[in-house]
């Protein structure tokens, strides 16, 4: 027997919405998922960095995405674009002109404000003193090399779609696919938002997770559709309960300016609901935007029928670090084992920044051997801690905290069985497993 405390999870109340931010928040910062940024100077307005957990779950959740979006297709091929690139994509995209925000100014405590956001009165103090709205460019501008001229002018991408359209030709023509066929991109964007707020949910610098979906025009209804279907059943697969998802469709004010159709896949977030991927029907408005802007054809001929047509686009397009946020507030519980609290990450294995944790059960001269081959035959499989401090009860409750599925504790009868006792994170539930076989039930409990 490993565990002094056997006794199964108990359900306790989850924490209320506004405890709730905190207590995550809390936890990424002491557990190493999420620092605030340069926090040695003080910070630096809303931005963040990923520590030794947060970069581990954030690169699950994008290769989460990646599975579902292109390894389990045949009709999506991916690309990674140049975050840096050609100022004459935003001028022919049109983000140059239309790729603003409405800024006010409260002219009694000076605070800015995206107009859109705040109803008539200052949030800060209360003032209904505030300037005209104007057009704010969220583009990020900078030059391209030693001189800062008009010439040098470049932008930080503000998202990764425009890659996509620009490489239309180049991935029809050396991947030899036909619409209906797409295109994904996982990276960085950039916009310079008025107002960052609620920890990674809006930041200056972020990750995006794009497929630009290109159909011909007259299926375009249908494909909108179907990845509406698509990606809100990616959120339910991925353990976000279906009360604290919607669909929201955009009503015709609020449409980008390429968009003839947008729906919002929504989380309920703590201060209510709020987006985490739009779905777009984006028409054929970037690539012949581009086309006129370049001289070059972006259409798809069918040499089949003879049929020439510049290919509509349906996007989803979601943001892997708010999504990471999502699926933070959505795994934090709470219970009781034996008695005594804990707090636990029920993440979907594949998210949990380890799916294992290999723990001697002391740091005893027979069992640390043991444990590390142990160990080294997880790591073919998966993604592994190994902890050899304190109690194993407290490394238990350590483990559960940032999510870990699967305890594996190797204890003084292993040296004689060869097997090992897999503890579940949700249930606590302890079952014996010969070491010959534990790869195969890790891959069969985590990787699901
Ligand atoms: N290509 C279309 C596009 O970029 P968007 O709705 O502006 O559409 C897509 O962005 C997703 O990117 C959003 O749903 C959100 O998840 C994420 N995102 C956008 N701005 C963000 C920001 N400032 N911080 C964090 N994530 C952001």
């Known amino acids: 027997m490993t565990d002094p405390g056997t006794d199964l999870a108990t359900p306790r109340s989850t924490p209320q919405a506004s405890d709730l931010m905190e207590r995550v928040v809390n936890l990424c910062k002491r557990r190493g998922f999420i620092f605030p940024s340069a926090e040695i100077y003080g910070g630096f307005r809303s931005t963040y960095d990923y520590g030794p957990l947060g970069v581990l779950m954030l690169r699950n959740v994008k290769d989460a995405w990646w599975r579902a979006m292109v390894q389990q297709r045949d009709d999506v091929v991916g690309l990674d674009a140049a975050i840096l690139s050609s100022p004459r994509i935003w001028e022919a995209s049109g983000h140059l002109a239309n790729f603003t925000d409405p800024l006010v100014d409260c002219r009694s405590c000076h605070e800015r404000w995206r107009a859109d956001k705040i109803g008539d009165a200052c949030p800060n103090c209360g003032s209904t003193d505030l300037t005209e709205p104007r057009a704010f460019n969220l583009m990020f501008k900078t030059y391209a090399g030693p001189l800062e001229s008009d010439a040098t002018v470049a932008y930080l991408r503000p998202e990764t779609a425009q890659g996509m359209f620009v490489n239309f030709a180049n991935v029809l023509q050396t991947t030899r696919k036909k619409p209906p066929f797409g295109i994904a991109q996982v990276g960085k964007s950039f916009r310079n ?136 507030l959505a795994a934090y519980d709470e219970d009781e084992v034996g008695g005594e609290r804990r707090s636990v990450l029920r993440l979907h294995p594949r998210l949990a920044p380890y799916q294992v944790a290999v723990l001697p059960l002391s740091k005893n001269d027979a069992l640390v051997p043991l444990s590390r081959q142990v160990l080294q035959m997880v790591q073919q499989v998966a993604m592994c801690d190994f902890d050899v401090t304190q109690s194993i009860g407290r490394r238990y409750r350590r483990q559960d905290e940032v999510g870990t599925p699967l305890c594996v504790t190797v204890d003084f009868d292993s040296l004689e069985d060869h097997a090992v006792t897999v503890r579940d994170r949700d249930t606590t539930e302890q079952v014996r497993v010969a070491i010959d076989e534990l790869s195969a039930t890790v891959m069969a409990r985590v990787l699901r």
Request: charge should be negative; proline fraction near 5%.
């Open 193 to 328: 938002e008025i107002t960052p707020q609620n920890f990674v949910f809006r930041t200056r610098e972020f990750e995006q997770m794009e497929m630009e979906y290109f159909v011909a025009p007259e299926q375009s209804g249908q494909w909108f559709e179907y990845w509406l279907h698509e990606r809100f059943a990616w959120y339910r697969s991925l353990g976000i309960p279906e009360e604290k998802l919607r669909l929201r469709h955009h009503d015709p004010s609020e449409l980008s300016h390429y968009s003839t159709a947008t729906a919002d896949v929504e989380y309920l977030f703590p201060w209510g609901w709020d987006e985490l991927e739009g779905i777009a029907n984006r028409t054929d408005y970037d690539l012949r935007a581009h086309a006129a802007a370049s001289g070059e054809r972006l259409e798809y001929f069918d040499q089949a029928t003879g049929e020439r047509y510049v290919p509509h686009v349906i996007e989803p397009a979601a943001g892997a670090t708010r999504t990471m946020m999502a699926f933070l």
